[in-house]
Structure formats: structure tokens, C-alpha cells
């Protein structure tokens, strides 16, 4: 999935914790473009069947979009994450993916519920997005 080699965000939102309740857990795959390649965008939207494609410009009219971004909320990100498998990433990407999916897994365990799966989280949140080298990977 090029686009998402050059143009995604893996993001992992911890909120605060609510009194009694877990701390909330939030996993999203943000693909951004230009203007010209919003079709792109709804293209990736159509064949995951998942995601939204939110355009900064009057939605009326797609020719006026300056910016635009495809997201993929945790309740949609199974499906991209098995298509990224089948055809990895090729930058160094690839590892905050991993480590994504990881928490991925958890959160679906219910490991965010327990002191162990969110320590774990936090130290895979923490090393990912970090431009580290393709030695690396």
C-alpha cells in the first residue's frame, strides 16, 4: 500500500482514564493527498469497504478540495491490517505497523483492560513513527 508508505500515519490515541473504567484505547490509519488524488482516496475507501475520506473544501464540489485524508478507525483497521500483510510496507513504515498491529491484538484481547497489556501498549506507542532505518527493519 504505497500511499501509505509515503502518506500515512499509524496513530494510537490513549485517552484518560475514566474512575472505575479502562483507559480508552483508540488505533487509526490516516492516508493523506492532495487535492488532485482525492479519487485515490475514495478508491481506498471502495475496495476496504471501511474507512471515510474527509476533503478540507466545499463537499459539494470535489474539484474545489485542497487537502484530503482516508481514515480507518480501530473498527475497520483488521481488514487493512491483513491486506498490509499480504503486501508489506516497504519503507521503514513497516515496523510502526507492526507494532500497531500489536496493539491491535491487545486491544481485541481486552489486554488494555489490565496494568500488564496497557504497559505494553504504551511502549509500543512509544517507539512507533520513529523514522528509524531500514537496517532496522
Known amino acids: 500500500m504505497g500511499a501509505s508508505d509515503g502518506e500515512g500515519l499509524l496513530h494510537v490515541y490513549l485517552g484518560k482514564a475514566v474512575t472505575g473504567k479502562a483507559q480508552h484505547v483508540d488505533i487509526t ?10 479519487r485515490l482516496l475514495y478508491s481506498f475507501k471502495n475496495f476496504f469497504n471501511a474507512g471515510s475520506v474527509s476533503p478540507v473544501c466545499d463537499h459539494t464540489n470535489l474539484d474545489s478540495v485542497m487537502w484530503a485524508k482516508s481514515i480507518y478507525k480501530c473498527r475497520d483497521v483488521r481488514q487493512v491490517i491483513e491486506f498490509i500483510n499480504k503486501y508489506p510496507l516497504l519503507t521503514d513504515k513497516q515496523l510502526s505497523f507492526k507494532a500497531l498491529e500489536s496493539i491491535y491484538n491487545i486491544k481485541q484481547a481486552k489486554g488494555h483492560n489490565t496494568p500488564e497489556g496497557l504497559a505494553t501498549i504504551k511502549l509500543l506507542k512509544a517507539g512507533m513513527n520513529r523514522g528509524l532505518g531500514k537496517s532496522d527493519l
Open 29 to 38: 490509519l490516516e492516508i493523506g493527498q492532495a487535492s488532485h488524488d482525492i
